[in-house]
């Protein structure tokens, strides 16, 4: 059996944001040219169907655009917040504490990979720690000026290795895993 990994899978602009400061995400679009898309592509919902967990903080979940969590309907979906209130969907479970510490435990149990779909505080947690395995990252044509970081300052360094990469109407999709020792030069 296949270890678990724990994986980021997100979109961010040219200029490093997840979301613009309403929490929009109507920018995350293509181009509208699809003359350099590459055959066989990074596919999401093929992602999607690799995990069985899905990791978010309270504003990612709550700014998640209508009817859009849907797909996640047969995982467990693991909400980071601090409100005392109930989720209504009974495959989520609100999380207050160590997620970090918890989402470790889970994969060391079997199952499919863990995904960490965000937002940037929940990417941090978790990059701080060095416990993601693989980056799956989707830049859009589009330069933000503003919004939501992706990554927070002061993070450890991470030297990655560039796994597979794919370009669908001028989004370049990127998926990098940890480096092995034997792989640093």
């Not at 849907?70 to 989520?92: G, L, M, R, W």
């Not at 450890?156 to 990127?174: A, C, K, N, Q, W």
Request: proline share 3%.
């Amino acid at each position: 059996m296949m270890k678990r990994k724990i994986v980021l899978n997100l979109a961010m602009s040219i200029d490093g944001y997840i979301c613009d400061e309403a929490g929009g995400f109507d920018w995350i679009v293509g181009q509208g040219d699809t003359r350099l898309d590459t055959q066989n592509p990074i596919d999401f919902m093929a992602f999607i169907e690799t995990c069985d967990i899905v990791v978010m903080g309270k504003k990612a979940y709550d700014d998640a655009p209508e009817n859009s969590l849907d797909i996640y309907h047969d995982k467990k979906i693991y909400v980071v917040t601090h409100s005392t209130e109930q989720p209504i969907a009974s495959n989520v479970e609100y999380i207050q504490g160590d997620i970090v510490h918890k989402v470790l435990q889970e994969r060391e149990k079997p199952g499919k990979h863990i995904f960490i779909y965000g937002g940037g505080h929940i990417v941090n947690l978790f990059t701080q720690q060095n416990a993601i395995d693989e980056y799956i990252i989707g830049i859009i044509p589009t330069i933000l000026g503003k919004g939501r970081k992706l990554f927070f300052d002061n993070n450890p360094m991470i030297r990655l290795h560039l796994e597979e990469y794919s370009f669908v109407d001028g989004i370049t999709l990127l998926r990098y895993i940890k480096r092995d020792k034997e792989q640093e030069v």
